[in-house]
């Protein structure tokens, strides 16, 4: 994952490091569709509770080159399928997830004994963050 300038990374932090609203973009065959999601930012990436069998996740699969946009913000990134939420190894970053999303992540929208309730991790590559006139390239 890409690592941010500290100036950079405080922006995102305060303004993505919580339960943040953002759009995300997948393409299959040549057509980009885009939705959005909830997600979480913490170190270079973006965490999203999602369906391994969503189209989102299928388009990844084939190509996993995304774009995703927020406040003052968008960028490129690689979409990473981390697994089942319930892997040890997701355990860090989920409990994270569930203090992010504990307004809404118990309310029967995610069945969380489903091992295709998963974790995608958005790694960043390039983008661009405006913060108070000023443009900070990532």
């Not at 699969?61 to 913000?73: C, L």
């Not at 939420?85 to 203090?99: C, M, S, V, Y």
């Amino acid at each position: 994952m890409k690592k941010l300038e500290p100036a950079v990374e405080k922006i995102m932090t305060e303004r993505f490091g919580k339960d943040a609203i953002i759009a995300l973009a997948t393409t299959c065959d040549e057509v980009p569709y885009v939705r959005y999601v909830d997600a979480y930012y913490e170190n270079g990436a973006f965490y999203i509770i999602t369906y391994a069998l969503s189209d989102k996740m299928k388009q990844i699969e084939k190509n996993p080159v995304v774009a995703i946009a927020g406040e003052w913000f968008s960028a490129h990134g690689k979409g990473v399928n981390l697994g089942y939420f319930g892997n040890e190894e997701n355990q860090p970053i989920a409990e994270k997830l569930r203090t992010a999303f504990a307004e809404w992540i118990d309310n029967g929208h995610n069945n969380f004994d489903d091992e295709n309730t998963i974790i995608l991790r958005v790694e960043l590559t390039d983008g661009l963050l405006f913060s108070n006139g000023t443009r900070y390239e990532i």
